[in-house]
């Protein structure tokens, strides 16, 4: 969708989503003459009105937010892969690194 | 669903501030975006939600307590979460954050580029980040613009159009000459900051630009026709006579390009300099001089 789109979804206004856009808690798709956005972008944007309003957070704070839940989510991401790695292994390799995890 | 009052664990007599802050405390705690793992979160959050649909606006709140609505009053819609698209490859990369475990790639192991992101995500391309760059030009260079060729410090070189007028502190953004993209992304930019190195004989103040010209004692007061640098290449310029040291003349669109297309003017501030060794000729015309012995330039 279009930023003109976007905005509608979310009701919030033009300025709005560009200071969004400038503060890289948004990133939209292409280039700034035509830039495009995801659903994933419209459910980043629910987050941040939700930390503004539900929760009372002010942008410095969204920043804060919203730059752990990216790491959050790479971390996840990063944990995903070695557990499906882990899952190809050996019998014996997996019960040996649940031993080991299990002591540390 | 449980009583609203419940949901949010306030009392039935709490004041809308109680109610808003025991909300916000719940939607910090159970909110989907901030617990990615945890599935339950979505349903406790939906209810406190739905909770503070009512409780929070005082209209509804006061027909709930009348038994007018029930506490399935406020409709809630369904929606997705943020950690629904995380994990997507292509919405992911964008917002790929290596920040929490960057570190984990200096270990000296087989899972080095597994943390250092070297053995990047699947097949999602994304653009490469943007180089920064600092480049010092003189003053001319500045106005007249021109080509360099930059050395890189990782390397290789980048030719560079300096556009005629380019300002002290301006960035110049060339396109794709940045680090490459990934998995066949596009290249990011490579930003350069212009640094205009001050010059020896010419300031700029604004769009104009402030010379001293030296002339002879003799040029000051006969007038001449002198050579004057500027920013494009030396002119001649009259000097009236009896002109003083102070005086400045204006070279009009000699000065620095502006926004408009144009150029500001050149000042050019004259200087009277006298021979390095004295002049036997002049000093007697000096003592011979009557005009010159009643005149006295502090009290006119």
Known sequence: MDELEYCRTLRIETSTLQMWVEERWIIPVGSPDAFSYEDADVARGRLILDLIGSMGVNDAGIDVVIDLVDQLHSLRERMRLLMDAIATQDIAVQNALGRALNRG | ?300
């Not at chain 2, 004041?15 to 916000?24: C, D, H, L, V």
């Not at chain 2, 794709?176 to 020896?200: T, W």
């Not at chain 2, 150029?263 to 501030?269: F, S």
């Open chain 2, 1 to 300: 669903m449980a009583n609203p009052y419940e949901t949010l664990g306030v009392a039935k007599g709490a004041s809308q501030k109680e109610i808003q802050t025991a909300y916000r405390k719940l939607a910090k705690k159970l909110h989907p975006d901030l617990n990615p793992g945890d599935a339950a979160s979505e349903e406790k959050f939906k209810a406190a939600s739905a909770a503070y649909a009512i409780l929070g606006d005082e209209d509804k709140r006061a027909k709930f307590d009348r038994g007018e609505i029930d506490e399935t009053g406020a409709g809630q819609q369904q929606r997705s979460y943020y950690r629904d698209y995380a994990a997507d490859q292509a919405s992911g990369a964008r917002y790929h954050n290596a920040g929490g475990f960057a570190d984990f790639g200096d270990r000296d192991d087989i899972f080095s580029s597994f943390f250092s992101g070297a053995r990047s995500r699947g097949n999602a391309s994304y653009q490469g980040g943007d180089l920064q760059y600092r480049l010092e030009v003189s003053l001319r260079e500045a106005a007249n613009g021109g080509k360099r060729t930059v050395s890189l410090p990782e390397g290789g070189t980048l030719e560079l159009k300096i556009p005629a007028g380019v300002r002290d502190g301006q960035i110049l953004r060339l396109r794709g000459k940045g680090a490459p993209g990934h998995n066949d992304g596009p290249a990011g930019d490579a930003l350069i900051e212009i640094h205009v190195l001050p010059d020896r004989q010419f300031s700029l103040e604004g769009d104009d630009v402030r010379t001293e010209v030296p002339i002879s004692i003799r040029e000051a007061v006969l007038g001449a026709k002198v050579e004057v640098p500027t920013l494009s290449g030396a002119v001649f310029l009259s000097v009236p006579p009896n002109s003083s040291t102070g005086k400045t003349l204006r070279l009009k669109g000699k000065g620095f390009p502006n926004k408009h297309g144009g150029h500001g003017d050149q000042y050019v501030v004259l200087k009277i300099v006298l021979q390095g060794t004295p002049d036997a000729e002049l000093n007697e015309f000096m003592t011979n001089w009557e005009a010159g012995k009643s005149h006295d330039p502090r009290r006119t």
